[in-house]
């Protein structure tokens, strides 16, 4: 679950923020986790992709090469999607869309979906990734986790996701959504990861919270420095796949499962 535009110290024992902290004292805590550059898109591309691709803003059209976590996975045969909050429909490519309903009532037109949180949209422009992985939130499985592809990506809009919205609809948002596979999680052998984008310039050091929770996780706060080339390294090495550009340097996150 990817979230926006927060630092560590923003997240972690913020008051209006009970779940996810529940979350980090429940799971393990990064407590040295980093965006990798500003603004938002080359993050999401770092962890897609293992690398920024060469992009330092947030355009809604640019050309992408190269293998991902998605090919990675669907080259062993198993399964990747990402399922983006208020996308208008499954393998849509608009750049941005606000729904009416959410328009009226966050009265904030630049809530809403952005395809620079999307960075599978990008691969399927170029014709490298299929448009059926590209999904909506409301297919998101709801109650049969079993249904899910073997990675997820779960992105929140920009009403939700700490963008444009508040702290406390954040929390709300992720704790209505999320933590009923949260619980499933634990008892399936399978995993969630809650981190942020990027600090949006409140540090100089682009801190960010990193939590994991689920099956054979150890709980505590683990202070080794990971990024996001850790974390999509980290996902790699589950399933067997060559680690992708700067992932293929970046060490696994370690000491944290059983």
């Excluded at 974390?231 to 700067?246: A, F, G, I, W």
Aim: aromatic fraction near 10%.
């Amino acid at each position: 679950v990817i979230e926006e535009n927060h630092a560590f110290n923003e997240v972690i024992g913020n008051p209006n923020m009970p779940y996810v902290n529940g979350l980090a004292q429940a799971g393990a805590l990064m407590t040295d986790s980093h965006g990798v550059t500003h603004p938002s898109e080359p993050n999401y591309f770092a962890l897609f992709s293992g690398s920024d691709q060469a992009v330092a803003a947030d355009p809604c059209t640019w050309t992408v090469s190269g293998p991902n976590l998605a090919s990675e996975l669907m080259a062993k045969n198993k399964s990747f999607a990402i399922y983006s909050e208020d996308l208008p429909a499954q393998g849509d490519t608009s750049c941005t869309f606000t729904p009416a309903a959410l328009l009226a009532s966050s009265g904030d037109p630049a809530a809403g979906y952005r395809v620079k949180h999307n960075p599978y949209e990008f691969w399927q422009v170029e014709g490298l990734l299929p448009p059926d992985g590209n999904k909506t939130f409301a297919q998101f499985p709801q109650g049969d986790f079993d249904d899910l592809p073997t990675v997820s990506f779960v992105v929140p809009d920009q009403w939700h996701d700490e963008h444009d919205g508040s702290d406390v609809l954040c929390d709300q948002w992720l704790q209505q959504n999320m933590s009923a596979y949260n619980v499933w999680a634990k008892e399936h052998n399978s995993i969630m990861i809650v981190t942020w984008d990027e600090n949006d310039f409140v540090a100089a050091s682009n801190q960010v919270a990193t939590i994991i929770t689920g099956a054979e996780v150890i709980p505590g706060q683990y202070n080794q420095t990971i990024s996001h080339f850790n974390v999509l390294r980290t996902l790699e090495d589950m399933y067997r796949l060559v680690p992708t550009n700067n992932a293929a340097t970046a060490d696994p996150i370690h000491g944290v499962f059983r």
